[in-house]
């Protein structure tokens, strides 16, 4: 009753005085929402610990507050002016481009508000560096928001947009055309920061080791370009477009997670063919040893590979802790196997000339012959001490080789059990990996 009665009161005013009547209850409407919705929930946003919420209420207010004013008056002139009424056409147009403007400056806002900080977050933690993409992302979103609210306006004042549109889609296909390769470079970028093969400081090589590749340091890495820094101290800024075509070598992620930068060191040495090979193998492993740069685990390997024409081959293969000290740690073992070979009178071939001459002073060649004997049979006693220590290596490695093969084929069945947990079967792949890892450190490739 109360409601038909309302309405026929409301019906015996005049048109001047529903509309003035309508703005105050719009007025009235605006401050009841504000006080029972919008107070609440900024207590309620105030008590939270995250910013953002209370910059999206602060940008949201107006908006608000003035679409419920602007809704208010709206069905206002809807109730009280004549269908036929220009008045009420003009009002609902100019109404409705009003809450268009208020919608498209919240949504422009809050694209300067929140975005850079979420460009910048995803900028950390894909290690890129992209200064000024955060404002020119910006600026291409709020061209696109008042774009469009200006194509709405347009239609709502029957302004023919058929030709503007048509002429904005051209204009887009020539910027296209035109952004071709920057878009698709800044795709392949976007993909690459995602995939994240390398990272800023680490040490990488770019192409084939067969195809002069370059190496250095990544110093930055941006949506367009990455900068490598060789170790001639030359920047050179190489367009993502050709990093994601080539094929990349990460030093610094090779090892495991304890010791990513971890490095593998190889080297060859040649002795001649009179050298007992324990005896050369022992010398090298205490080389090894004593060096301070190189890991114990893995344990260094001593392989004798190859029997060339005046020279027996060994390798010495072990794993330097970071890839920074590798030529240090090379130089380190060079030099001490060169004086220990000295020491232990192990002969390293070279091409030499011997010329072979009557000695005149006899008894200068008997204290030389005597010399000689004297560490002939000294190096004799070093190599049966060096023959019995490579045993007992050789007996070591091959047990340890046997205990790996028999863990790895226990896995392998319990690999094979289908009611087997998720996580349970990738720790047993993960133990399963480092075996096979294991075995294929003494692996010769």
């Known amino acids: ?52 919420d209370d910059d999206l209420l602060e940008l949201a207010s107006p908006l608000v507050n003035y679409s419920v004013f602007l809704a208010g008056v709206y069905f206002t002139v809807l109730y009280a002016v004549d269908e036929t009424s220009t008045i009420r056409a003009v009002s609902a147009t100019l109404l409705i481009i009003i809450l268009m403007f208020l919608i498209s400056r ?16 995803f900028n950390e933690r894909a290690g890129a560096e992209s200064a000024g993409l955060s404002t020119a992302i910006t600026v291409v979103i709020k061209v696109v928001i008042w774009g469009s609210a200006t194509l709405i306006i347009m239609d709502t004042l029957n302004i023919e947009i058929t030709a503007a549109l048509a002429s904005l889609t051209i204009f887009s296909l020539v910027i296209g055309m035109a952004m071709q390769e920057s878009a698709s470079n800044l795709i392949i970028s976007a993909q690459l920061l995602m995939d994240k093969p390398f990272e800023v400081g680490d040490k990488i090589q770019l192409g084939a ?4 590749p370059l190496i250095g340091v990544v110093t930055e890495i941006g949506f367009v370009s990455t900068k490598i820094k060789t170790n001639t101290e030359h920047l050179v800024i190489i367009p993502n477009k050709v990093i994601a075509s080539e094929l990349i070598t990460n030093f610094a992620r090779g090892g495991p997670g304890d010791t990513p930068r971890r490095v593998n060191l190889r080297l060859d040495v040649g002795v001649g063919y009179g050298e007992k090979p324990s005896h050369v193998k022992q010398v090298l492993r205490d080389v090894v040893e004593e060096c301070d740069l190189v890991l114990q685990d893995p344990t260094p390997k001593i392989l004798f590979t190859h029997m060339m024409d005046s020279s027996l081959t060994f390798r010495l293969n072990c794993w330097v ?11 380190i073992i060079m030099t001490n196997v060169l004086n220990r070979f000295d020491e232990e009178n192990i002969e390293i071939p070279y091409p030499h000339m011997q010329i072979k001459y009557e000695t005149v002073d006899e008894e200068k060649a008997k204290a030389e012959a005597r010399a000689k004997a004297k560490a002939e049979a000294a190096k004799e006693k ?10 007992a290596e050789q007996a070591r490695m091959a047990e340890e080789r046997k205990r790996a093969r028999a863990s790895m084929d226990e896995l392998r069945v319990m690999l094979d059990d289908e009611e087997l947990e998720d996580e349970k079967r990738i720790e047993l792949s993960s133990e399963l990996l480092a075996l096979e890892d294991q075995l294929a450190l003494s692996d010769d490739d």
């Open 209 to 212: 080791p067969t195809a002069n």
């Open 1 to 52: 009753m109360n409601v038909e009665f309302t309405l026929e009161y409301l019906d015996t005013l005049e048109n001047y005085q529903q509309i003035l009547l309508g703005v105050v209850a719009s007025c009235l409407l605006a401050v009841l929402v504000r006080y029972l919705l919008w107070v609440p929930m900024k207590w309620l946003v105030g008590r939270s610990e995250t910013d953002w």
């Open 382 to 391: 070093r190599q049966v001490e060096a023959k019995a220590k490579e045993q």
């Open 106 to 121: 919240f949504l422009s806002k809050s694209v300067s508000r929140f975005l850079p900080p979420v460009i910048e977050t």
């Open 321 to 331: 802790g970071d890839y920074s000290d590798e030529w240090v740690a090379r130089d």
